[in-house]
């Protein structure tokens, strides 16, 4: 089980690499570079900041750099090694797994790439944990009763609720709420910069507006798969043998039935990470998906290969983490070694 | 015309033929049951039939009274009338032709993207399950980095490529966004097929089927897939919606289909400056957006309903 557990997790080091590359080699694709705005900065400015950030140096390797270092006298091979790997791609690598993902380009290197995430990304990871406790809070349990009350009217009702949810996108159930409460209440739930420290209120409504969708998603899929279970032979043989109807609804129908939520909550949970793009343009809050669309217009390059990074590496963690609950929940997956 | 392999195999041929026969004579009955299933379903009944309304009128949209990009200096911003039956944009533009219009874009992008993700993600999904071992790790963990692409992330920098790099000729067209979507979305698929094929291959039929001489392919196609008809069905439709509102999101930030051209996400950027003057601008695009989704999840659940061979009463 443990080899499992680090073999699983050592995995993320080859998908973080991937995208690494993937958005290194898109983002050097990218026509412009970080340095072209509306006014064209003079030539040698471009060449002092291309020095500056390491941007003058080649692409993938520098054999010049090593004839430099051999003609100072120096022979040591890993600093050769290392000069010789002195490009632009090889030094962003190399600092990835040291999670130094370089300067913003658009404040010329005042700021960070990962303290600029360190700065905004937990507006986002609370906009996205109030969402997903609200989608497993009333979606678990709407599913459930669904599925336990088949074809009553409270399973149709639950129904066409979840079948709602599922269909209102964000920015519709957003801009509309917010249409609705400004115009009715005379409140703006766009909030204050000052109201997005800690965990205030401001948080409500874009969490809930945020998790409308999955927390429909996993009614529907609860009910499903609820109903899938209910016509198991097991089921019988654990009525018969005189368990109490709870118990029966418990450890022999949702243990059973979880199995395919949980395979949704990894891919939900990036969902609504990555959903919060939208809610925080909506609302106006000051977290790191709209950082991320504010780089794209700002052609921040560095700051968007950071992001995509950052994001990938939440996502690999919160499938892994899926993954290695399969084990406790459903004996019948644990691993073979 | 003597048919390879003598007459032992003319003899599997005639069986073959016979029973071909009779499952052609069965399947009517299956189809016309479950129609008559379908149908039970109200809502389902009801989300076709509103379905099928949208897909007329996007198929209808060039018939609209008005064309939906011609710009007019006299009537801007005006509320609905009976000229103007949802109203005018700031630049003269009729919103009900550009609501209608728009939704030939929303609609093709969702159905494309999704026959290319069934294509991936049932293959995927089918070889892994059915073959397990290596065969399964790997392309499992091709699922699972696809799984840890930030969708919506990896789709604005694309967008955002296609529209300033070499490929800007493409920039009109939905193929670009529909195949990036598609690309992007058949992992669930892929990972729902893989558990049911992995659940019914150790089942007691395949081992017959097996004992009996069918080989891998068709023990996959006729004895496994018809099995995992329901979840992927339900997933199938689920995608579709989901495509579509992934697109619209995309347009709604600017970073999707490029007006002129419009679609139900741009529209909505459009009107969101004059939703207090003028909501109709909003809700027209939203509505359809959630009218089109709503009805192909009711047509899914229906689907479902009819499909699933346990359901049977």
Known sequence: MFGYVLRRTLWIVPVVVTVAAVTFFLMYRAPGGPWSQEKPLPASTVRTLNAKFGLDKPLWINPEAVQAKRDDGVNNPLTLGRAYLDSQFFNYMIGVFRFDLGPSYASKGAETVQSVIIQKFPVSAKIGLVGIIFAIVVGLPLGVVSALRQNTWIDYASLFTSTIGVSVPTFVSGLLLLLFLSQNFGVSPVRRPEAWEGLGRAYLLPGIVLGLGTMSYIARLTRASMLEVKRQDYLRTARAKGVAPQGVVRSHMLRNALIPIITILGPAAADLVTGSIIIETIFSAPGLGREFVDSISKRDYSMIMGTAIFYSVLIAIANVTVDLSYGFIDPRIRVRR | ?313
Not at chain 2, 75 to 97: M, N
Not at chain 2, 123 to 129: E, P, R, S, V
Not at chain 2, 256 to 269: A, F, I, M, R, Y
């Open chain 2, 1 to 313: 015309m003597r048919p390879a392999g003598g007459p032992g195999a003319l003899q599997a041929d005639a069986a073959e033929r016979l029973l071909g026969g009779r499952s052609a004579a069965r399947q009517e009955t299956m189809l016309r049951l479950t129609l008559r299933r379908f149908f039970r379903h109200r809502l389902a009944a009801a989300g076709l039939v509103v379905l099928m309304l949208i897909g007329l009128s996007a198929i209808l949209a060039p018939l609209a009274p008005y064309d939906p990009d011609a710009l007019s200096a006299t009537a801007r911003k005006q509320g609905p009338s009976a000229e103007h039956w949802f109203g005018t944009d700031k630049a003269g533009r009729d919103i009900f032709a550009r609501t209608v219009a728009g939704g030939r874009v929303s609609l093709t992008v969702g159905l494309a993207s999704t026959a290319l993700a069934l294509a991936v993600g049932v293959t995927i999904g089918a070889l892994a399950g059915y073959f397990g071992g290596w065969i399964d790790a790997g392309l499992m963990r091709l699922t699972d980095a696809f799984l840890c692409f930030p969708q919506l992330f990896v789709l604005i920098v694309l967008a955002t490529l296609i529209r300033t790099t070499s490929l800007r000729v493409l920039q009109g067209s939905m193929v670009p966004i529909a195949v990036v979507i598609g690309v992007l979305s058949w992992m669930g698929l892929a990972r729902i097929v893989r558990a049911t094929f992995l659940a019914l291959r150790e089942k007691e039929f395949v081992e017959a089927a097996r004992a009996a001489g069918a080989g891998n392919l068709r023990i996959m196609t006729r004895h496994i897939l018809p099995g995992a008809v329901g979840p992927i069905v339900v997933q199938a439709t689920l995608l579709v919606a989901a495509s579509i509102i992934t697109e619209s999101g995309l347009s709604y930030l600017g970073f999707g289909v490029q007006p002129p051209t419009p679609s139900w996400g741009n529209l909505l950027e459009d009107a969101q400056a004059h939703m207090r003057t003028l909501p109709v601008f909003a809700i027209a695009p939203g509505l359809m957006i959630f009218l089109t989704v709503m009805s192909i999840n009711f047509v899914g659940d229906g689907l479902r309903d009819a499909l699933d061979p346990h359901s049977r009463r």
